[in-house]
């Protein structure tokens, strides 16, 4: 017999895979504007840098005792020269009465007659400092624009100015600084590290790649690497470097499996060259972290269509939870575009459903068809068997043939009788 087949569900069909497969591209494309891998730079203490200016800088702040109280003692005198005003300011800051410093540091300038560049961009670098503290920026940038118009090498200034823009949250004119002091401190890897992070967010990913990549070459070899690995990992992911980030953040997991969607971005990397499996496991993993979860859902949904022997219910069930997610890290983009994936699936699944209906309407058509033209011929059959089941008799024909004769001979004798 005969078995009837089942036509195969929609989401056994082709046309889901192509749809998730568009979907991919998409997700990889629009990576860059994904708040979720952006990272947000740290300004940190605002008055950092004008401290340790201030701390390194300040006579009073670094020696013993013995001096400062000597120093203190000095600073009760009435002030009358440059000298008494730099002393007098030295104690305010060691007591962090920076308004009582900074009337002080205006003194000096004002008295001071030049002779001592040094001590002049000094004076400048530390109102600069005292202006920061002190919650004015706009005169501290001017204060430390001067100290730079003295000495274009004073490398402190720039990063005092850098720590203003942090505050301000103006990436470009933070790289600006930050990239200025690094040409005089190429050594420190914290600055360049900040830097990358401003470029970041600048959209310069080229930019940030390179300060990452000179971090990673000129670390010593005891130098704990994971974080930068991790930042590495994810700026290539920017540039489209799937193969390269994939590498640097499987390096940061094997140190530190606790970094912010780092499951997650290995898996966008595995997606990337069709690894949707491996791209699961990974998003399962963010999931169990409760890490980037609407990302996270949304991505495994799709990489689960792409499958082989994919289970249609369950990468629905992620679609869902995607477009239902309430939590503070939502992202609108991302409901929207599960809501519209899923409401593209249901639209697919009616047009399978009228297709198969249609279809199994054919294939009873046929079978009816068929069982009549089979009731048919076997009807056919059964008359054939029964005359083929009575044969004639020898000479039958024949005889009766005769008797027909023999009548009609009689009929016509009979006129020829009547004449005699």
Same mark, same amino acid.
């Given at each position: 017999?005969?078995?009837?087949?089942?036509?195969?569900?929609?989401?056994?069909?082709?046309?889901?895979?192509?749809?998730?497969?568009?979907?991919?591209?998409?997700?990889?494309?629009?990576?860059?504007?994904?708040?979720?891998?952006?990272?947000?730079?740290?300004?940190?203490?605002?008055?950092?840098?004008?401290?340790?200016?201030?701390?390194?800088?300040?006579? !009073?702040?670094?020696?013993?005792?013995?001096?400062?109280?000597?120093?203190?003692?000095?600073?009760?005198?009435?002030?009358?020269?440059?000298?008494? @005003?730099?002393?007098? #300011?030295?104690?305010?800051?060691?007591?962090?009465?920076?308004?009582?410093?900074?009337?002080?540091?205006?003194?000096?300038?004002?008295?001071?007659? &030049? &002779?001592?560049?040094?001590?002049?961009?000094?004076?400048?670098?530390?109102?600069?400092?005292?202006?920061?503290?002190?919650?004015?920026?706009?005169?501290?940038?001017?204060?430390?624009?001067?100290?730079?118009?003295?000495?274009?090498?004073?490398?402190?200034?720039?990063?005092?100015?850098?720590?203003?823009?942090?505050?301000?949250?103006?990436?470009?004119?933070? #790289?600006?600084?930050?990239?200025?002091?690094?040409?005089?401190?190429?050594?420190?890897?914290?600055?360049?590290?900040?830097?990358?992070?401003?470029?970041?967010?600048?959209?310069? !990913?080229?930019?940030?790649?390179?300060?990452?990549?000179?971090?990673?070459?000129?670390?010593?070899?005891?130098?704990?690497?994971?974080?930068?690995? @991790?930042?590495?990992?994810?700026?290539?992911?920017?540039?489209?470097?799937?193969?390269?980030?994939?590498?640097?953040?499987?390096?940061?997991?094997?140190?530190?499996?606790?970094?912010?969607?780092?499951?997650?971005?290995?898996?966008?990397?595995?997606?990337?060259?069709?690894? @949707?499996?491996?791209?699961?496991?990974?998003?399962?993993?963010?999931?169990?972290?409760?890490?980037?979860?609407?990302?996270?859902?949304?991505?495994?949904?799709?990489?689960?269509?792409?499958?082989?022997?994919?289970?249609?219910?369950?990468?629905?069930?992620?679609?869902?939870?995607?477009?239902? @997610?309430?939590?503070?890290?939502?992202?609108?983009?991302?409901?929207?575009?599960?809501?519209?994936?899923?409401?593209?699936?249901?639209?697919?699944?009616? =047009?399978?459903?009228?297709?198969?209906? =249609?279809?199994?309407?054919?294939?009873?058509?046929?079978? #009816?068809?068929?069982?009549?033209?089979?009731?048919?011929?076997?009807?056919?059959?059964?008359?054939?068997?029964?005359?083929?089941?009575?044969?004639?008799?020898?000479?039958?024909?024949?005889?009766?043939?005769?008797?027909?004769?023999?009548?009609?001979?009689?009929?016509?004798?009979?006129?020829?009788?009547?004449?005699?």
């Amino acid at each position: 017999m005969n078995e009837t087949k089942v036509p195969k569900k929609f989401h056994q069909k082709p046309r889901v895979r192509i749809t998730a497969g568009i979907l991919v591209a998409a997700l990889l494309l629009s990576l860059g504007a994904n708040a979720a891998v952006g990272i947000r730079i740290q300004p940190g203490d605002q008055t950092k840098a004008a401290t340790n200016y201030l701390v390194d800088h300040t006579k !009073y702040v670094i020696e013993g005792r013995l001096k400062r109280l000597q120093e203190k003692v000095r600073a009760l005198q009435e002030p009358t020269k440059v000298e008494d @005003y730099y002393r007098l #300011a030295g104690t305010q800051i060691a007591q962090e009465d920076y308004t009582g410093a900074l009337s002080s540091m205006e003194q000096c300038l004002s008295i001071y007659s &030049g &002779g001592d560049d040094a001590l002049y961009l000094d004076l400048l670098m530390k109102r600069g400092c005292l202006l920061v503290l002190l919650g004015q920026d706009d005169e501290a940038l001017q204060a430390l624009d001067q100290a730079l118009e003295q000495d274009q090498e004073q490398a402190d200034a720039y990063l005092v100015k850098a720590q203003i823009y942090a505050q301000r949250e103006e990436t470009e004119p933070l #790289a600006l600084a930050l990239e200025a002091y690094l040409e005089l401190k190429p050594e420190d890897s914290q600055i360049r590290a900040l830097l990358a992070q401003a470029m970041f967010t600048a959209e310069d !990913y080229k930019g940030a790649t390179e300060q990452y990549q000179e971090i990673l070459n000129t670390a010593p070899p005891d130098a704990d690497l994971t974080e930068t690995a @991790y930042l590495y990992g994810l700026t290539s992911i920017q540039l489209g470097n799937f193969s390269t980030a994939e590498k640097s953040l499987k390096q940061a997991l094997a140190k530190d499996n606790t970094l912010e969607g780092i499951y997650y971005y290995i898996g966008v990397c595995q997606m990337s060259r069709g690894d @949707y499996a491996g791209a699961v496991s990974n998003m399962t993993a963010s999931i169990q972290q409760n890490s980037l979860l609407q990302l996270s859902h949304y991505t495994r949904g799709v990489c689960r269509l792409m499958t082989e022997d994919y289970d249609y219910e369950v990468a629905v069930e992620d679609l869902q939870k995607a477009a239902d @997610y309430k939590g503070t890290d939502a992202d609108q983009t991302v409901t929207q575009q599960a809501k519209d994936f899923l409401a593209e699936l249901a639209t697919a699944q009616e =047009e399978a459903d009228r297709l198969a209906a =249609e279809e199994a309407e054919r294939l009873a058509a046929e079978k #009816a068809a068929a069982a009549e033209r089979a009731a048919s011929q076997e009807s056919s059959d059964s008359g054939s068997e029964q005359s083929a089941g009575q044969p004639q008799q020898p000479g039958e024909n024949a005889a009766e043939s005769n008797g027909t004769a023999s009548v009609q001979g009689e009929e016509l004798q009979e006129p020829a009788g009547d004449q005699s």
